[in-house]
T-cell receptor
Framework: SQQGEEDPQALSIQEGENATMNCSYK?????LQWYRQNSGRGLVHLIL???NEREKHSGRLRVTLDTSKKSSSLLITASRAADTASYFC???????????WGAGTKLIIKP | DGGITQSPKYLFRKEGQNVTLSCEQN?????MYWYRQDPGQGLRLIYY???????QKGDIAEGYSVSREKKESFPLTVTSAQKNPTAFYLC????????????FGQGTRLTVV
């Protein structure tokens, strides 16, 4: 069920910098979601973008969606140490009740 | 507060032993999922269930079994046939065809001793 791909696999930046991670998917979708996972914990939903939207904002998060390229990006602005986590994208295929997950980007924010 | 509860948080299994991981939700969600996560890796789907008394195999179902007798509960049994069960197990649930937001439990870390 892991069709999505994310890059980079790992990203290490200084606190205060912006972090960008990308997700690609293969099937047609109704929406694309981004999640955060702190080490040893469950995933937490961050933001959802629908297939008819191109960009969405939530606080320091900005998500874009390009359905022609089957890709999405998540931008975290003014990063903080607390943003250190793994970030995953997920898409619900129209054909079944699964969620297709990307491999994840491990983000490290250096103080 | 609504949410998903997984128990136990840590579980130790002896070789050849079956163990059952609990997952309970009070969100009134229809669909529930079990994932396995190995260190530094993504999520791999074990089983999922859309409705009560129905479930489907995911990508790595061999050596695992599930039941869905109640909407709120989706226990996972790791059988002795699973040769490498040491991993982090996550349960999740979603509502509706949109699956717009998955809620996750805090996970169970299973170790074979």
């Amino acid at each position: 069920s892991q069709q999505g791909e994310e890059d980079p696999q790992a990203l290490s930046i200084q606190e205060g910098e912006n972090a960008t991670m990308n997700c690609s998917y293969k099937t047609s979708i109704n929406n694309l979601q981004w999640y955060r996972q702190n080490s040893g914990r469950g995933l937490v939903h961050l933001i959802l973008i629908r297939s008819n939207e191109r960009e969405k904002h939530s606080g320091r998060l900005r998500v874009t969606l390009d359905t022609s390229k089957k890709s999405s990006s998540l931008l975290i602005t003014a990063s903080r140490a607390a943003d250190t986590a793994s970030y995953f994208c997920a898409t619900p295929p129209r054909s079944n009740y699964q969620l297709i997950w990307g491999a994840g980007t491990k983000l490290i924010i250096k103080p | 507060d609504g949410g998903i509860t997984q128990s136990p948080k840590y579980l130790f299994r002896k070789e050849g032993q079956n163990v059952t991981l609990s997952c309970e939700q009070n969100l009134n969600h229809d669909a529930m999922y079990w994932y396995r996560q190995d260190p530094g890796q993504g999520l791999r789907l074990i089983y999922y269930s859309q409705i009560v008394n129905d479930f489907q195999k995911g990508d790595i179902a061999e050596g695992y079994s599930v039941s869905r007798e109640k909407k709120e509960s989706f226990p996972l049994t790791v059988t002795s046939a699973q040769k490498n069960p040491t991993a982090f197990y996550l349960c999740a649930s979603t509502m509706g065809e949109d699956r717009a937001e998955a809620f996750f439990g805090q996970g169970t870390r299973l170790t074979v001793v």
